[in-house]
Structures are given as C-alpha cells and as structure tokens.
C-alpha cells in the first residue's frame, strides 16, 4: 500500500519524505488555501522534494478549461498528475488527458458508478473519500470495497486512492480492502506508529538496559 501525503505544507512534506516512506502527495483547493502559497510555486517545491505522483487539482469546471489548465498544471514537472472533479465535463477531460498521455486523479468520488466511469476513462486513479461519507452517517468503507470488487472483476488498473481520511482506524480498513493508496493527513500519519504499550514497553527495556551498565558498539 502507498502512503501519500494529503497536504500543501512544504516543511511537512520534506520532514515525511526524509522518512523514506512517503509515495507521493495529494494537494486540492483547500489545501492550497491553506498554504497560503501561489499554486504553480508549491507544487514546483513539492515535486522537487517528493519523488512520487503530486496531485495538483484544476479550479474550472468546463472540459475545455480544465484542459487548458490541466496541461498547464503538467508542465510544472514531470510528476504533477492532474487532479479533476468527478463530473460528466471531469470524466471527458480525464480520458483526453490520459490520451495525451498525463496522469489523471479523479476526485470527490462518493459512489461506485463514479469509480467505474472513471476507470473506463483510464484515469491513473480515483480518489474516494471516506471520512466524508462517514460524516452522512454511510459507510465510507463500503465504497473502497465495492471499487476493488468492480476493478478486479474487469481488470481495471485505475489505482484507488482513499481520502478524506480520519483516524487509524480508516487506515487499517483500506488496507484490509485492498486501496491501493492512502492520503493522509501529516496529523493521522503520525498515530500509525503509536501504542502506548510500545512506549511503555520501550521505556522499561531502556531502565533496564540502564542497570546493566553495558554498552553497544
Ligand atoms: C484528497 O485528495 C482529498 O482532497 C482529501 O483527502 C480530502 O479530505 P477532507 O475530506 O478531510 O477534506
């Protein structure tokens, strides 16, 4: 499973990726807003530290200007992937970007016919978001299961990329199911490695160890 990060923040981008373990990032509007940064300049920053996909997202809704912007979002560099809503305009700029051969991530996925009609456009991913839907009081995990059962079952190589992620918990479901990718926050990705069995366990082996008066190396 890749982990991606789901932010604009560059200090938090270069502290995760010095880690080794950071695949990529996903930024949105949001995110950017955020930031407080020009959108060319941080994706720039960010695709020079990270070298994984960097998801940069279109602001228009019309086929003919999200491609227009898409394009101009991949010549930032070489590992931008155009991020597009998930909407009929979205889909067709999708599969026309693809054709041009770009990177596409298809956003704001809340049900599994988006994920197919995305998929049949060849996007490189989808991005459904959980924690939203569980927000409504439905199952966000139910939409990751029901992609991977629909992609398996045609051999679709769209990679789902789980959003809208919330806690620990959300983490190990998508991993059970099968997500190919998981965004997250800086904050959640910080919890993966936490029990406080592990701190306490590690802070009696060290007064231990202390008492032993040895040392390695
Ligand atoms: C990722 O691509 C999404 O933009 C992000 O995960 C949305 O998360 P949110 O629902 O917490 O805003």
């Not at 809704?61 to 394009?71: A, C, H, K, P």
């Not at 979002?73 to 931008?80: F, G, H, M, Q, S």
């Not at 409504?136 to 789902?160: A, K, P, S, V, W």
Request: aromatic share 6%.
């Amino acid at each position: 499973m890749k982990f991606f990060l789901d932010t604009a923040d560059v200090d938090e981008i270069r502290e995760w990726n010095a880690t080794g373990l950071l695949d990529g990032v996903t930024t949105n509007p949001s995110l950017i807003l955020k930031s407080g940064r020009n959108i060319k300049e941080v994706l720039a920053e960010i695709c020079d530290i990270v070298d994984g996909d960097v998801s940069g997202e279109v602001a228009a809704t019309d086929y003919d200007t999200m491609l227009s912007e898409g394009r101009a979002l991949a010549a930032i560099a070489d590992n931008i992937c155009i991020k597009l809503p998930t909407t009929l305009e979205g889909v067709r700029a999708c599969k026309t970007l693809v054709d041009e051969g770009f990177k596409t991530n298809m956003t704001l996925c809340f049900q599994p016919t988006q994920a197919l009609l995305v998929a049949k456009a060849g996007a490189t991913y989808v991005s459904p978001f959980i924690g939203r839907l569980d927000d409504m009081g439905i199952d966000g995990m139910e939409l990751i299961e029901d992609i991977r059962t629909i992609y398996d079952n045609y051999g679709f190589d769209t990679e789902i990329l789980a959003a809208s992620i919330r806690t620990v918990n959300h983490v190990k479901d998508c991993a059970l199911a099968g997500a190919d990718v998981a965004t997250l926050p800086p904050s959640t990705i910080e919890k993966l490695v936490k029990h406080p069995l592990t701190d306490k366990g590690l802070a009696d082996f060290l007064a231990d160890w202390a008492k032993t008066g040895q040392s390695i190396g």
